[in-house]
């Protein structure tokens, strides 16, 4: 009798250790699963962010290239005055995506060459005295643009392993 109690008991305490191991093996998959998926999120707004402000940052150029082309021709002044409400509306579009950069990324290297792009790239306006000066421009803003995407690329790189702030405490 006595040893079918111990028997019993040992195949209760059994069932209930499995159930906890089994209950916190669980728990650990559970968490592991929302931190990829929030590591999955972050990367997901990041490269978001870095897009957008390429993008912004390339049709400002471009606005810039063409007022710099209708200065330097001597368009008429109402083109002009359309040329320049056109690059201020692009030049207002680099805000939003700028902004959202420096919220999610604190890479040093990300955030110098987004600025690098983003002067070189409003430097365009200051270059139109020659056509020289104002395609000069240009190549230097499309070189920072360039180096901006790689540097922002090896930033994303799936090789590189970097913690979010929710893993670093865990």
Avoid at 142 to 165: G, K, M
């Amino acid at each position: 009798m006595a040893a079918t109690l111990v028997t019993a008991a040992l195949a209760i305490v059994a069932t209930l250790l499995g159930a906890l191991v089994s209950g916190r093996f669980q728990e650990r998959a559970v968490e592991r699963s929302l931190h990829i998926s929030h590591d999955e999120a972050i990367r997901r707004d990041r490269l978001e962010a870095i897009t957008a402000l390429a993008c912004a940052i390339s049709a400002h150029r471009t606005a810039m290239w063409w007022r710099g082309d209708a200065v330097l021709n001597k368009a008429a002044a109402e083109r002009i005055a359309a040329l320049r409400g056109e690059s201020r509306l692009t030049r207002s579009a680099v805000t939003r995506p700028l902004i959202a950069l420096r919220v999610l990324i604190e890479d040093p290297a990300v955030r110098a060459a987004a600025d690098r792009m983003i002067t070189l790239t409003y430097a365009i306006r200051d270059a139109y005295t020659t056509t020289g000066e104002l395609t000069a421009a240009r190549e230097a803003a499309v070189a920072a643009h360039d180096d901006f995407v790689d540097t922002a690329a090896r930033y994303l790189s799936p090789a590189r392993t970097r913690l979010t702030p929710a893993r670093e405490t865990s």
